[in-house]
């Protein structure tokens, strides 16, 4: 009995000295840990202030920007190959001014889906009497066939679309139309030969497409039109979106002077006056597609994420503002840095996420929810994080840093983005209305001392916008126009206004069909 307590008297005192150890262990443990996370904590916000401080735009850095935005317009307009910006002529000479009227035909043409709509126009009283469209998905297969194929495609479903077209788009007094007009709106690079012309220089946004560069794009569907032996549509404008949005932001305000895309891609038109000598237009001014996706400057604020992202892109070399500031890009470049944090510091804990290891997991749809958290746990970050990169937890400083990691990144675009309307700006002279002694050799141009028909006017220009980024990304519109203010004075920032003109392109190509139109 004695023995046997004795027995358990060690057994205790063992299982004592067994749980104490334990205990031991497991808070020697929790303190490593605690310490591991905390330094790896404190490795991560290090390389967090690394990226803010190489991606910074702080004005000086954004002043050069948009005057070298400038520089590079003067340059493309007057000399082939020797600007980032192409600075291409569009032949659009005449824009809309709202007393255009009848009913026309538009096709967009430029992204995963293609869009086809009618309006019918009613002059300056009736303006937009009605109009309708329908968008159709590209089957993915068709964008690694041939020319013909997808153009076949489109051509069948724009004209089962004009089939359909009812009686109340009928002209009055019962007069059969027997041609349809139609404006094309054709979103990769065009070298134009005519308004309604022009060659394509290359596939872009993920099509493969084996042919048709070199080809004559209004050609190439014109023949697919033709092909299906339907009604007779004719294709009497081909623009791209940027110059569609225009066409449709001047429609409705004649101070729009700059058609702008922040979409998936980004891309800026304008109106110019001071053009040279080969691009010869009857009314001295002519619409100048700029394809700013592919500008650059030594100025720009450039990190390692950008310089992974470019080298492991389909275009290494290329398209350097866009890969910066498009609404396909950002929530890759968030991923790159979170990758990079996971890697070096640990962020997510000592595995990095598979996940996170995937180019383009992560959408900036996503990317501006995170932003956008304002609950005080942040809330949805983790829920993002869970569900785009599979990581079941996360504290609550981790989160913080992703959120700062999506707010640097969106502040860049956005503040890169405002610098190259200034620049534009500025080329076409509107920040020198109030102060002529500033404009330099820039002339002062278009209706300054106009009141428009809006009554606002007083040498207003507007920017007529389009695309996802700027529609839905509330903060980056915020951040935009905070840097436009910055970089101008008072009076010359209140006088620049950017106006979102929501799906411009295509309703601006069926009234740009209608100011070329052959048969009114
Ligand atoms: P596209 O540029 O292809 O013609 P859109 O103008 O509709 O198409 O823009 C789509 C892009 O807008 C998406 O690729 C995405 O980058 C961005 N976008 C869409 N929704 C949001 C959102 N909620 N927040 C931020 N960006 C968004
Ligand atoms: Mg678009």
């Not at 989160?399 to 502040?411: F, G, K, P």
């Amino acid at each position: 009995m004695a023995d046997n307590k004795a027995w358990i008297n060690a057994l205790t005192a063992g299982t004592a000295v067994v749980a104490v150890a334990t205990v031991v262990c497991v808070w020697q443990r929790m303190q490593g840990s605690t310490q591991t996370t905390r330094t790896t904590r404190h490795q991560a916000l290090g390389l967090l202030h690394e990226f803010q401080h190489a991606a910074a735009t702080p004005l000086y850095v954004l002043r050069q920007i948009s005057e070298h935005m400038a520089v590079e317009m003067r340059a493309g307009l007057m000399t082939e190959g020797k600007s980032s910006l192409l600075m291409l002529p569009t032949f659009v000479e005449n824009l809309p001014d709202g007393n255009e009227t009848g009913l026309f035909y538009a096709l967009d043409l430029g992204g995963t889906n293609f869009r086809v709509l009618r309006c019918l126009l009613g002059g300056r009283e009736g303006r937009v009497l009605k109009q309708e469209y329908e968008e159709v998905p590209i089957p993915k297969i068709l964008m690694f066939g041939t020319s013909e194929e997808l153009f076949d495609f489109i051509a069948k479903k724009l004209v089962d679309f004009v089939n359909r077209e009812g009686d109340e788009y009928k002209p009055r007094g019962g007069r059969q139309q027997t041609v349809r007009e139609l404006g094309l709106t054709f979103s990769f690079p065009v070298k134009q030969t005519s308004v309604r012309s022009g060659v394509l220089i290359q596939w872009s946004k993920g099509f493969l497409v084996a042919d048709g560069v070199g080809a004559d794009v209004v050609a190439l569907l014109q023949r697919a039109i033709n092909r299906q032996h339907g009604p007779k549509i004719e294709v009497v404008v081909l623009v791209n979106d940027t110059v569609g949005t225009l066409a449709g932001g001047r429609y409705w305000n004649e101070d729009a002077m700059v058609g702008m895309i922040l979409g998936t891609g980004t891309n800026a038109c304008y109106v110019e006056r001071d053009l040279p000598a080969h691009a010869n237009s009857s009314t001295g001014e002519m619409v100048i597609n700029m394809e700013w996706a592919g500008f650059w400057s030594s100025h720009l604020p450039r990190t390692y994420a950008d310089e992974q992202l470019d080298s492991e892109s389909v275009n290494p070399g290329q398209a350097g503002f866009e890969k910066m500031i498009g609404g396909m890009y950002l929530g890759e470049i968030v991923r790159r840095v979170l990758f990079k944090m996971a890697g070096e510091a640990a962020l997510f804990g000592d595995e990095i996420p598979h996940k996170l290891k995937e180019p383009f997991v992560l959408m900036t749809s996503e990317m501006s929810k995170m932003h956008a958290d304002e609950s005080s746990d942040l809330r949805v970050v983790g829920t993002i994080l869970r569900d785009v990169f599979g990581i079941q937890k996360t504290e609550l400083p981790t989160r913080r840093i992703v959120h700062d990691v999506c707010d640097t990144v969106t502040l860049r675009s956005a503040r890169l983005a405002a610098a190259g309307i200034v620049g534009i700006f500025k080329k076409i002279g509107g920040d020198s209305w109030d102060s002529p002694h500033l404009s330099g050799t820039s002339k002062a141009v278009h209706h300054h001392s106009r009141v428009t028909s809006t009554g606002v006017g007083a040498g207003k220009t507007m920017v007529a916008m389009d695309g996802g980024l700027f529609e839905h990304y509330i903060q980056y519109r915020i951040y935009m126009q905070a840097a436009v203010s910055e970089l101008l004075s008072e009076a010359a920032a209140s006088r620049l206004v950017i106006q979102l003109a929501k799906d411009g392109s295509g309703i601006g190509a069926s009234i740009l069909a209608a100011c070329h139109s052959k048969y009114r």
